[in-house]
């Protein structure tokens, strides 16, 4: 079984402020780790992916996530957040193996951007 | 290219009443999940196929829920009868396999009455 553990549920950061939001996970087999954000009242959209390479991933809005499997973390990271940063964040895994793309989803990080 | 549609958009209705949301995933799209996603936290899944099989439900709660995916393109979920705790968010997502990531519908939003 995988479980994926958020450690912050929200997060305020003013403007312009570097962010950094906790995913830790677990799992017995070989991971992919997604970041997805939800504006509300909508559907997640994908932020970035890490699938195998370089530990460093890059996303869409200037975030960027690296993957440390010796602390089994995929933190996620942007430099100057905009106001428009503001919503709810979920980090996912999904294992490897050939039982197929079962993604298990955190709980959430809120990030609150103040002006 | 169309994405992961869901209707209703909002469903109110009383409890111990049946309600059914509908999904259509985008074309090509093996993978279809429904997730739950109550107030305040991450997406629950509930089932997944692959193509028209249901390889896990082990969260779906079969005494009232119940979901199909017809000819492994669109896909229903029902619940029967409804309750109070019920009242949710149903997200879809469809993914085209291992590897690439889901993508999802905009949800269900229903309250029990």
């Known amino acids: 079984a995988q479980s994926v553990t958020q450690l912050d549920s929200q997060v305020p950061v003013f403007e312009e402020a570097p962010v950094e939001l906790r995913c830790n996970y677990s799992?017995?087999?070989?991971?992919?780790l997604f970041w997805y954000v939800q504006y509300p009242n909508q559907g997640l959209q994908l932020l970035l992916k890490?699938?195998?390479?370089?530990?460093l991933v890059k996303g869409i809005n200037g975030f960027e996530a690296e993957f440390n499997k010796s602390q089994t973390s995929f933190h996620l990271r942007k430099p100057s957040v905009h106001i428009s940063d503001t919503a709810e964040y979920f980090c996912a895994v999904s294992d490897t193996g050939a039982a197929g793309n079962k993604l298990t989803f955190g709980g959430g990080t809120r990030v609150l951007v103040k002006p | 290219e169309a994405g992961v549609v869901q209707s209703p958009r909002y469903k109110i209705i009383e409890k111990k009443q049946p309600v059914a949301f509908w999904c259509n995933p985008i074309?090509?799209?093996?993978?279809l999940y429904w997730y739950l996603q109550n107030l305040g936290q991450g997406p629950e899944l509930l089932i997944r196929y692959e193509n028209e099989e249901a390889v896990d439900d082990s969260q779906l709660p079969k005494d009232r829920f119940s979901a199909e995916r017809l000819k492994g393109v669109d896909s229903t979920l029902k619940i029967q009868p409804a309750e109070l705790g019920d009242s949710a968010v149903y997200l879809c997502a469809s993914s085209p396999g291992l590897e690439a990531e889901a993508f999802f519908g905009q949800g269900t939003r229903l309250t029990v009455v």
């Open positions: 799992s017995s087999v070989s991971v992919y």
């Open positions: 890490y699938l195998s390479g370089s530990t």
């Open positions: 074309s090509g799209h093996n993978t």
